[in-house]
């Protein structure tokens, strides 16, 4: 009779020993689950910031091309301008020489 008091008692020991196994390891699960979770939305929010970054320069890069191309019509834009600015100077000028030479032709022929 002894021994089987000791055999359940036993028993009852591996029992709660098991049950408290188990509930260890089912607690250790849960933190790992939460670790895993941390660590997967730590890494989602570090690839969305890196997404972002490269979003933000390109976006930079692209404004900055548009920028330069715009300065380079407004510089082609400018010469053209210029161009056209010393052409009719040059005009008036020939204008003015032609007025003079077909004055002092006159002039001449009136002597």
Do not use: G, P, V
């Not at 000791?6 to 196994?21: M, Y």
């Not at 548009?66 to 053209?80: G, T």
């Amino acid at each position: 009779m002894r021994e089987r008091a000791l055999r359940e008692a036993a028993q009852k020991r591996e029992e709660a020993l098991a049950r408290f196994r188990a509930k260890t390891e089912q607690t250790n699960l849960k933190c790992e689950q939460s670790y895993m979770q941390a660590e997967l939305k730590r890494r989602q929010i570090e690839a969305n910031a890196a997404n972002e970054i490269e979003k933000q320069q390109i976006e930079a890069t692209m404004k900055m091309q548009i920028a330069h191309i715009e300065a380079m019509e407004r510089k082609e834009a400018e010469a053209q301008i210029e161009k056209e600015n010393e052409k009719q100077f040059l005009a008036t000028e020939i204008k003015a020489k032609a007025e003079l030479e077909i004055q002092l032709a006159n002039e001449c022929q009136e002597k």
